[in-house]
Antibody, heavy 123, light 111 residues
Framework: EVQVVESGGGLVKPGGSLRLSCAAS????????MNWVRQAPGKGLEWVSS????????YYADSVKGRFTISRDNAKNSLYLQMNSLRAEDTAVYYC????????????????WGQGTMVTVSS | QSALTQPASVSGSPGQSITISCTGT?????????VSWYQQHPGQAPKLMIY???NRPSGVSNRFSGSKSGNTASLTISGLQAEDEADYYC???????????FGTGTKVTVL
């Protein structure tokens, strides 16, 4: 079964750090770009960050630039999000999402999503 | 990058058709044919319903269709069913500095 499973969420104080992980199975991670998307409680979806298959291209939303770092380990079929200097407004469910590229089915869309991991930033 | 604009809510009776709009700019929807739509039921992860403006992934009902005109994309649900009640989000590929932007989301209610 093709799936991704997030982990690493939890309660952290403002200014603290957290590292999220996303474990991929059923497909070859190195064939796809990967993304993090978040959803604050009761709010809409917000794209957070993207990383290309070989980590050559990395992008961040302005709201997290300079504080969050996306990375991947294709050998371990894993995606990561290092979150530093956390703020209350970073409180959200964080989803890992697979992104096919041109030539694959559903390019530049998010075709596989995990169930998400909750991050709460509060004192 | 501002979010794409969607109506907050759309409703319809079973069997009817509804259309959800998603308005952007020349830098996103108007500039690329990489518009996708997602369905999200409460407490669940989003699910891809439409990609590349009007393509359905395998397993998605043909009651769902997409289109685009200028800077506005649309999702149409025909033969509305109770199970279609959910939140719907559009997204578009955009500039290379921030490659994706989501819509504000639309709550679909089946009356």
């Amino acid at each position: 079964e093709v799936q991704v499973v997030e982990s690493g969420g939890g309660l952290v104080k403002p200014g603290g750090s957290l590292r999220l992980s996303c474990a991929a199975s059923g497909f070859t991670l190195s064939d796809y770009s990967m993304n993090w998307v978040r959803q604050a409680p009761g709010k809409g979806l917000e794209w957070v960050s993207s990383i290309s298959p070989s980590s050559s291209y990395i992008y961040y939303a302005d709201s997290v630039k300079g504080r969050f770092t996306i990375s991947r380990d294709n050998a371990k079929n894993s995606l990561y999000l290092q979150m530093n200097s956390l703020r209350a407004e970073d409180t959200a469910v964080y989803y890992c999402a697979r992104e096919p590229y041109a030539g694959q089915i559903a390019p530049y869309a998010f075709d596989i999503w995990g169930q998400g991991t909750m991050v709460t930033v509060s004192s | 990058q501002s979010a794409l604009t969607q109506p907050a809510s759309v409703s319809g009776s079973p069997g009817q058709s509804i259309t959800i709009s998603c308005t952007g700019t020349n830098s996103d929807i108007g500039g690329y044919n990489y518009v996708s739509w997602y369905q999200q039921h409460p407490g669940q992860a989003p699910k891809l319903m439409i990609y590349e403006v009007n393509n359905r992934p395998s397993g998605v009902s043909n009651r769902f269709s997409g289109s685009k005109s200028g800077n506005t994309a649309s999702l149409t649900i025909s033969g509305l069913q109770a199970e279609d009640e959910a939140d719907y989000y559009c997204t578009s590929y955009t500039s290379i500095t921030t490659p994706y932007v989501f819509g504000t989301g639309t709550k679909v209610t089946v009356l």
